[in-house]
């Protein structure tokens, strides 16, 4: 158990829709990241927080869109959902910014789009 | 930018034998390698990483990779496979420090390893 919980951890939806993903981190860690992992991409770096602040945008697209509270858990918002984003989204936690690069990953959300 | 590769989609070995999973890097200065594994329906689990030091790093499950610089490779090694090994295997170079206080890991494609009875 890596301390990281993902909700939901399945979620089936349909086109245009939108969903909304949740991660609590590692108790203490003030960074998350989140990735999304698919067949044909592998493992994609979505974006970066790191106490309440984005930090670093990868790959991710403008329909999709993150927060992290002052209690720190973040949340990932997909919308206007495609097939194509039919994924499984990971969070991942870590105490700094990432320099050590150890991430302590959750089980993930996988997400269909019919 | 940093990659990495791993030229094999799939290593199939036998229960009791050595297995290697390959994994090379592209970096613009000294690289920070890691790699990490992923059973079925869970997530990713870190096992080991290289920043520094001896070529031979130790890792968790009794796994270790050895850094080659000459080659630019950081293939992860295990001296005897077992069934509970079968799992994908990712490789990841840690990124450039990018502004802000962040640093990001790029992932290799992964190698499926299954360990065959």
């Known amino acids: 158990d890596s301390g990281v919980t993902q909700t939901p951890k399945h979620l089936i939806t349909a086109t245009g829709q939108r969903v909304t993903l949740r991660c609590s981190p590692r108790?203490?860690?003030?960074?998350v990241y989140w990735y999304q992992q698919s067949l044909d991409q592998g493992l994609q770096f979505l974006i970066h927080y790191y106490n309440g602040e984005e930090r670093a945008k990868g790959n991710i697209l403008e329909r999709f869109s993150a927060q992290q509270f002052p209690d720190l858990h973040s949340e990932l918002n997909l919308s206007s959902l495609e097939l194509g984003d039919s994924a499984l989204y990971f969070c991942?936690?870590?105490?700094?910014?990432?320099?050590?690069?150890?991430?302590?990953f959750g089980e993930g959300s996988r997400l269909t789009v019919l | 930018a940093q990659s990495v590769a791993q030229p094999e989609d799939q290593v199939n070995v036998a229960e009791g034998n050595p297995l290697t999973v390959k994994c090379t890097y592209s970096?613009?200065?000294?690289?920070?390698l890691f790699w990490y594994v992923q059973y079925p329906n869970r997530g990713l689990q870190f096992l080991l990483k290289?920043?520094?030091?001896?070529?031979l790093v130790k890792g968790s499950y009794g796994f270790e990779a050895e850094f080659n610089k000459s080659q630019t490779s950081f293939h992860l090694k295990k001296p005897s496979a077992l069934v509970s090994d079968s799992a994908l295997y990712f490789c990841a170079v840690r990124d450039s420090y990018s502004g802000a206080g962040s640093y990001q890991l790029t992932f290799g494609k992964g190698t499926k390893l299954s360990v065959i009875p």
């Open positions: 108790s203490g860690d003030l960074s």
């Open positions: 991942a936690s870590s105490a700094t910014g990432g320099r050590t690069g150890e991430l302590f």
């Open positions: 970096v613009s200065g000294n690289p920070y």
């Open positions: 290289y920043i520094t030091g001896d070529n």
